[in-house]
C-alpha cells in the first residue's frame, strides 16, 4: 500500500523503507556503537558492520534464544512471512538468524519456489489458474521471474523497475497465502501473517494470543479504510484465527473465479483479504498500537502508547531488527512482563535525543510559526519553550514547527537546513513520570 492514505505520517513510513538505514545506525547502541552529540547529526565513533555483513554472516546468538524457543503457546502458532523473488536475498537472512530461531512453525511466501540459504521457499501464486496468469497483466513479471530465475540478483541490480512490477504483483499473494497457510498447518490455532520488511516481537505475540479465545473468528490488525472498504493494512501484519480462515476458504470455495476477477480489477491486496473476510462474514478487530506500521524512530511517543505491548514493526531493516530482537532475548532472560512501547523508547530512541542536531527532522509536524529571515534556530526553541506540553522542535528558514509528541526521525538532507532540537527536561520528566502497573491489551 503505497499513495493512497493522506496522512503525512504514513507517508513518511513508507519512505522508511529506503532511508532507515541511518537511524539504524544510529539505534544500533547496543553493538557497542558510542554516540556522539555535537550541535550535528549523531556521529558514530565506532564502526557498526553493513547490513550485507550482518545478513551473510553468522550472528552470536543471545543466551536467551533457548528459552525463546520454549514459550508457552508456540506450537499454537503458525507464522507467514510473505516476500517476493526481488527482495527475499536482502530482507530475509536477518529473519533466520534473529526471530525465525524462536518460532518452531513459519513458512515463507513468495512468488517463485527456490531454496535459500537451506530454507524452502513456497510459490504462493502457483494455485492461480492459467487464464488469469495468461490475462493478468502483473502475470508478465511472474513469467519473467520463472524463465530467469538464476538470474533474479543480477536482473534487480540492472533493472530498478522491478521492484514496481513485484509490488503490482504482490496483490495476488494474499488471499493464497491465507488459503495455503491453513493447509501448511491445519491443527494451528492462530496465523500470524507478516512482510519480510516487518518485526514480529514474537514473546509478546504469544502472551498477547494467550488472552483470546482462539476458537473465534479473530481477524487482527491495524485498521485503514479506502473507497469505502474497512481492512487490516498489510505492512503492519495481520492475525487470524483458525475459525476465521476455515470461515473463509469455506465462502471463497465455490467463488475462486469471482475473486479471481475481483482481484484482477483492484490495486490493494490487503483490501481484497479484507473484503473478502467481510463477506465471509469475518469482522475486523482493530489491534493498534500492538500491530502498527511505524519503526520504532517513525513512532510518536505520547501517553496514549507508552503502556501498550508492542508485537509489530514495519520498513525496518536488518539492523534495527537486530536491535530490536536483542532487547527482546534480555527481556526473556530476565523473565520480565511484555516488551512495551515505552521500554523501546527508553532503550532505543531517548538515549538518541538531544537538545539540537543538526541536518535532522523529527517529524515535528504540530502548530507553525513563521520566522523572519533574521530568526534563528533559538528563536524557533523559545516558541516551544512558551507551549508547556511542547516537547519537540523543528527549525527551517523561515519557519518553525512544534510537536507535543516525541519522535527520533531520521537525517535531513543538508540543503534544507532542517536543525532539530528536544525539549530534553520535559522528556525526562515526562519518561520518569511513566507508571505501567498493568500492561494495556487489546
Not at 554516540?35 to 565506532?46: D, E, Q, R
Not at 538531544?354 to 528563536?379: Q, R
Request: with cysteine; aromatic share 12%; charged share 20%.
Amino acid at each position: 500500500m503505497m499513495n493512497w492514505l493522506p496522512d503525512l505520517r504514513l507517508f513518511k513510513s513508507i519512505l522508511a523503507g529506503f532511508l532507515s538505514l541511518t537511524v539504524a545506525l544510529l539505534i544500533l547502541f547496543n553493538l557497542n556503537a558510542i554516540i556522539s552529540f555535537s550541535g550535528s547529526y549523531p556521529t558514530l565513533l565506532k564502526t557498526i558492520p553493513s547490513v550485507s555483513s550482518i545478513t551473510s554472516t553468522t550472528v552470536e546468538l543471545p543466551l536467551a534464544t533457548e528459552r525463546c524457543r520454549q514459550l508457552l503457546g508456540a506450537d499454537d502458532v503458525l507464522v507467514i512471512v510473505k516476500t517476493g523473488a526481488t527482495a527475499l536475498r536482502e530482507r530475509l537472512p536477518v529473519h533466520f538468524q534473529t526471530t525465525l530461531q524462536c518460532i518452531p512453525h513459519y513458512v515463507v511466501f513468495s512468488d517463485m519456489e527456490e531454496e535459500f540459504e537451506g530454507h524452502h521457499i513456497h510459490d504462493v501464486l502457483s494455485g492461480v489458474s492459467a487464464e488469469m496468469k495468461k490475462s493478468a497483466p502483473e502475470f508478465t513479471f511472474y513469467r519473467d521471474l520463472h524463465e530467469n530465475q538464476d538470474r533474479v540478483a543480477e536482473f534487480m541490480r540492472e533493472n530498478a523497475t522491478f521492484q514496481r512490477k513485484a509490488w503490482h504483483l504482490d496483490k495476488w499473494k494474499f488471499l493464497p497465502a491465507v488459503e495455503r497457510a491453513l493447509q501448511a498447518k491445519p491443527d494451528a490455532k492462530w496465523f500470524m501473517f507478516i512482510e519480510a520488511d516487518a518485526f514480529l516481537v514474537w514473546s509478546n505475540l504469544l502472551k498477547w494470543l494467550a488472552k483470546l479465545d482462539w476458537r473465534r473468528p479473530y481477524f487482527l490488525g491495524q485498521p485503514v479504510t479506502m473507497e469505502g472498504q474497512l481492512f487490516a493494512y498489510g505492512g503492519a501484519g495481520w492475525l487470524l484465527s483458525r475459525p476465521a480462515i476455515q470461515q473463509m476458504t469455506h465462502h471463497m470455495a465455490s467463488r475462486n473465479g469471482d475473486y479471481e476477477y475481483f482481484t484482477n480489477k483492484t490495486s490493494f491486496g490487503d483490501l481484497i483479504l479484507g473484503y473478502v473476510l467481510e463477506q465471509a462474514g469475518v469482522g475486523l478487530t482493530g489491534a493498534w498500537p500492538l500491530i502498527q506500521r511505524e519503526t520504532p524512530s517513525t513512532m510518536e511517543y505520547t501517553k496514549d502508547l507508552w503502556c501498550h505491548p508492542v508485537v509489530t514493526f514495519h520498513h525496518i531493516d536488518a539492523l534495527e531488527i537486530k536491535s530490536i530482537w536483542d532487547l527482546e532475548q534480555e527481556w526473556i532472560a530476565d523473565a520480565q512482563g511484555p516488551l512495551l512501547h515505552f521500554d523501546i523508547f527508553n532503550h532505543l530512541i531517548y538515549p538518541l535525543l538531544a537538545t539540537k542536531i543538526v541536518d535532522w527532522d523529527n517529524f515535528s509536524d504540530g502548530e507553525e510559526k513563521a520566522l523572519t529571515p533574521n530568526e534563528s534556530f533559538e528563536d524557533c526553541k523559545l516558541h516551544c519553550e512558551e507551549d508547556v506540553r511542547c516537547m519537540q522542535f523543528r527549525f527551517t528558514p523561515k519557519k518553525c514547527t512544534m510537536s507535543h509528541s516525541i519522535t527520533l526521525g531520521w537525517k535531513a538532507d543538508r540543503s534544507i537546513g532542517s536543525i532539530s532540537g528536544w525539549m530534553m527536561e520535559r522528556i525526562t520528566q515526562v519518561k520518569a513520570s511513566v507508571r505501567c502497573e498493568k500492561e494495556k491489551w487489546i
